[in-house]
């Protein structure tokens, strides 16, 4: 069941615009799901623009009254029917920071797992079969303008979100999301975790990676427990990643339960989180690094930032609790 962080996101929600499009067919057909997402948003005090091209008919009536009874605190924007809805939206002026397209479909990859993800540089170095990411050749237009929107500074974040029950919602106030954010300016935070909430969100994505088999499981309270060892990377103000400061002694630390947001992959916060760990251990004193992991993920990220499978057994003791388990190594 996906867990949602409605207090700590709405502060982040509340100091920016909103705005949600949703193409005719698509509201049609989404239409309770939609107006119980919005209903959801509205009792967080966030206010929304909602973009629509509803022809103006007599039997469209009845939905446009149900918009307006549901959603009293919603600006509505009709789009004409016989122009392009993407470019409308992307040009209209109440588009600045936040804006989400409710689709049929996730973004999906070749391999038909959905990206979570998006820098309009990734978008365009894909190959062509990968951009036609939602089996629909009339996207891949629209996803193009998506993206010079915001390589022109207009748009901040712009989600391609799949219409259906929660799913806004879980884009908007969950770890992994429900959709694809596409954005360039990611602002990144490497810190120590900071109060109960935290430590509860670092509880769930190592919770998510136990699943996956790569990561030791932590016994309930380790993490409150542990607290002051725990360091979180952020975006946007969001927990995303973390790492545990395990001292193996005087000159050594561990790169103990390193996870990343499956949300976040494929965007370098693997290497930013390594990185800061690095850059703060050092200012502690550290001087060598060591990571065990099966995780082949990992395991090549550890390997392009300069670690080294270590055969020596100078960490035998180490070791000897994860036997089995491959030792990286890096000195500063």
Do not use: W
């Amino acid at each position: 069941m996906t867990h949602l962080y409605v207090k700590e996101y709405t502060r982040h929600l509340l100091a920016h615009p909103l705005a949600v499009a949703c193409r005719e067919s698509v509201l049609r057909d989404k239409f309770p799901a939609i107006i119980d997402d919005l209903k959801f948003l509205g009792r967080q005090g966030i206010s929304t623009t909602f973009f629509h091209n509803l022809p103006p008919r007599s039997s469209n009536q009845k939905l446009v009254d149900d918009l307006a009874r549901h959603l009293t605190g919603t600006q509505f924007v009709r789009i004409a029917s016989d122009v392009d809805f993407y470019e409308a939206v992307l040009n209209s002026d109440g588009v600045k920071f936040k804006l989400i397209f409710l689709e049929r479909r996730p973004l999906l990859d070749q391999k038909g797992e959905r990206i979570n993800t998006l820098t309009t540089e990734r978008y365009s170095s894909l190959p062509i079969e990968v951009n036609d990411v939602v089996q629909n050749v009339n996207f891949q237009g629209a996803l193009s303008q998506i993206c010079e929107k915001i390589e022109s500074g207009a748009c901040e974040r712009i989600h391609i979100v799949p219409a259906g029950k929660a799913t806004l919602r879980e884009e908007l106030f969950s770890v992994e999301g429900a959709g694809t954010m596409i954005a360039n300016n990611f602002t990144e935070v490497f810190r120590a975790v900071d109060g109960a909430v935290e430590v509860k969100i670092v509880e769930r994505i190592l919770d998510m990676y136990k699943r996956s088999g790569y990561l030791k499981p932590r016994p309930k309270g380790y993490v409150t427990a542990n607290r002051d060892h725990f360091f979180v990377t952020l975006i946007d103000g969001i927990i995303v990643g973390c790492v545990e400061q395990k001292d193996i002694n005087e000159q050594t630390v561990e790169l103990g339960a390193l996870a990343i947001s499956t949300r976040f992959r494929n965007q370098r916060i693997g290497v930013y989180t390594v990185n800061a760990f690095i850059e703060e251990m050092t200012t502690r004193g550290f001087t060598t690094f060591i990571s065990l992991t099966r995780n082949p993920r990992l395991q090549s990220l550890l390997s392009k930032m300069g670690f080294t499978r270590e055969k020596s057994r100078r960490y035998a003791a180490r070791e000897a609790i994860s036997p089995g388990v491959p030792v990286y190594y890096k000195q500063n």
